[in-house]
């Protein structure tokens, strides 16, 4: 990656700068989201909820890709960020941009109180636990009946005009653009954080537990930020969800989409900040396709997606165009 | 009042002793070789559809149907360790997670494919059901079939991993498994059998379970996670911590859905959280 010259001196600097610099195709990525509206304007729902999952995924990304922490439970965040939007707005504040705001403070709380634990388990007692926890919040949620509706998800959630002038349309229009703007700005803070000293730290350990703390990194506190900020943006994609459809469902905290969001990350290749992003439009334009022949069986072609990228494609599809790319250079020079 | 309490603690424990059927196999495969197999449920489940399939469309008798659980679940679980599983033995824990939540997804698919989302009906024979009354106490039959087994399988498990030759083979593996392999062990093979023992349990599990837990598709995924926590609060690789776990566990399910059934399962993940935090290696922990 930071191929120097032997003899130069090392600017660590110059090498975060260059990651910094936007390149040529993500701006072309970026202009790219904008198509929906001009060619498939039937199908902006789909297309919020795109956005959506691609700012959970991203979130996710911050622990899974660029610090090696597994999160069987990431729902946990997602879940809260959209019960909070949506509690706010049910019981008479429905402005749409404080609601998100108050949602992702409520979440950040909850992981912070959360990182606790996380920082002190590794392995397969992580992974548990993770995934208890999201099984506890789930039954938590469920059993306060009067509050968020259980089984019947929550209902009544009215939501106000952004800035008082753009109401949600049913064809989600402003849906869209609200999902896509809060998307794209948390993407630019979560690029701006990964490629700063503190991203460089988090790769760190990463690829080495027990070098860090030897060079003097505190490992504990760095993961308990880390943890905040994904739980935050998390939680953000969750009010987002709420928002939008105006409805909360339990299933929000399920373990499903806790490994719904690992293989819609997976799948476009983790620690790469577009894989999150690629893997979310291609799972849910694929469950939306292979979804409508039969919901029941949808379950079988998501299993074979995950068995055939992970067994070929170990770093998901960015990964894998990645190598290919290398290799037809290698071979051109 | 005392006949009540007595009588759920003996269902408790019946459904512990079946949860430790369902579960002794993954904690020794992951405590061998630490590999993350979320798809145990489901080999539980393909016992539970064999029976199933061999009792109501071909007139099978309950008992016989149980080794066929057994043996097809082994081989089920063999195919996919052979075709799948072996490349995956030095990749992270969070690769081994997903390709067997894939195949939990499959397998989920296609039992509500081949045996519709409903479900499954079970007829058990005579001798198996009804209760036997002693004074005020009064226990269920098939109960106390599920404790007898489950005590003769532990039985059965306990001598062949500390007399046999190949119990032998286990322990070394799981206790050092390079300096195994340096002293010319087949660890492949030896890992290979253990697994398809732990399934084949796992399967044997699965079709003694379709009547006290019910059989859908969703099985595979239902129950895991009560498999999970014997296995990471009962310690990898310990039958003994599998035991106790899965017993205490039967027992507080019972009691905290018949008690308090308003915070349901909530009781049961708090419990799997604090004991996991308060020792992330198991309870029973050998290590």
């Known amino acids: 990656m930071n191929a120097q010259t032997p003899g130069a001196a090392f600017n660590p600097q110059e090498v975060l700068r260059a990651q910094v610099r936007w390149r040529a195709l993500e701006i072309i990525f970026w ?37 090696g922490i597994v999160s069987l439970g990431h729902a946990v965040y997602f879940g809260v960020g959209a019960y909070s939007a949506g509690l706010l707005a049910k019981h008479g504040w429905g402005e749409p941009i ?24 590794t392995h397969f007692a992580l992974i548990m636990v993770t995934v208890g926890l999201c099984l506890l919040f789930g039954e938590i949620a469920n059993s306060l009946h009067d509050v968020t509706g259980g089984d ?51 790769r760190g350990m990463r690829e080495n537990q027990r ?25 953000l994609a969750g009010a987002l969800s709420a928002q939008t459809t105006q409805f909360v469902a339990l299933d929000a905290l399920s373990f499903q989409r806790s490994a719904e969001v690992l293989v819609m990350l997976i799948l476009g290749g983790a620690g790469r900040l577009y894989g999150g992003l690629i893997g979310a439009a291609m799972f849910m334009v694929a469950r939306d396709q292979l979804a409508d022949m039969n919901p029941q069986y949808w379950y079988f072609w998501l299993g074979l997606l995950l068995v055939i990228v992970i067994i070929f494609l170990p770093n998901g599809i960015l990964g894998g165009l990645a190598a290919l790319i290398d290799r037809v250079r290698s071979r051109r020079s | 009042m005392i006949a009540r309490f007595v009588s759920l603690l003996f269902d408790g424990f019946a459904y512990g002793m079946l949860l430790f059927v369902l579960s002794v196999g993954l904690s020794v495969t992951l405590g061998m070789m630490n590999f993350v197999n979320l798809a145990h449920g489901a080999f539980a489940m393909v016992g539970g559809y064999v029976a ?45 997670s997903l390709l067997t939540i894939g195949i939990v997804f499959m397998s989920i698919a296609i039992a509500a494919y081949v045996f519709g989302t409903n479900q499954q ?167």
């Open chain 2, 52 to 96: 199933i399939a061999l009792m109501n469309r071909m007139g099978w008798p309950f008992l016989a149907t149980l080794p066929v659980a057994f043996l097809a679940a082994a081989l089920f679980s063999v195919v996919l360790e052979r075709v799948l599983y072996r490349r995956l033995y030095r990749a992270t824990d969070l690769d081994q």
């Open chain 1, 152 to 202: 019947d998800g929550l209902q009544g959630v009215k939501m106000w005009s952004i800035f008082g002038i753009y109401r949600f349309d049913m064809f989600g229009r402003t849906a869209y653009v609200y999902t896509l703007v809060a998307t794209f700005l948390s993407f630019l803070v979560l690029r701006r954080i990964i490629n700063s000293p503190f991203g460089l730290s988090l």
């Open chain 2, 121 to 287: 009906p079970v007829q058990l024979p005579d001798y198996l059901r009804g209760r036997i009354v002693l004074g005020d106490f009064s226990f269920g039959v098939y109960r106390l079939f599920l404790i007898v087994s489950a005590l003769i399988i532990t039985g059965l498990m306990v001598i062949g991993l500390e007399y046999t030759r190949f119990g032998a083979q286990v322990r070394a593996c799981v206790d050092n498994q390079r300096m195994a392999r340096g002293l010319g062990l087949n660890v492949d093979y030896v890992f290979m059998m253990t697994f398809a023992l732990g399934s084949g349990l796992a399967g044997l599990g699965g079709a003694l379970a379709i009547e006290p837990m019910g059989l859908d598709p969703n099985f595979a995924l239902k129950y895991l996670v009560y498999m999970l926590i014997v296995v990471a609060v009962g310690g990898l690789a310990s039958i003994r911590g599998a035991f106790f776990t899965a017993g205490l566990l039967g027992v507080i399910d019972i009691f905290s859905k018949y008690y308090v059934p308003w915070i349901g399962g909530f009781i049961l993940y708090l419990v799997m959280v604090g004991l996991l935090i308060w020792r992330p290696n198991g309870v029973f922990a050998r290590r």
């Open chain 1, 31 to 67: 202009v790219a989201t904008l198509a929906p509206f001009v060619l498939t304007p039937n199908y902006l729902i789909l297309c919020s909820q795109i956005a959506i999952a691609a700012l959970f995924a991203l979130s996710l990304d911050l622990l899974v890709g660029y610090s």
């Open chain 1, 98 to 121: 404080s609601g998100l705001l108050f949602a992702s403070v409520v979440t950040a709380l909850v992981g912070y109180l959360i990182s606790f634990i996380m920082v002190r388990i």
């Open chain 1, 211 to 235: 070098r860090m703390p030897a060079i003097g990194v505190p490992m504990k506190s760095r993961l308990q930020v880390v943890y905040v900020i994904s739980a935050c943006f998390a939680g």
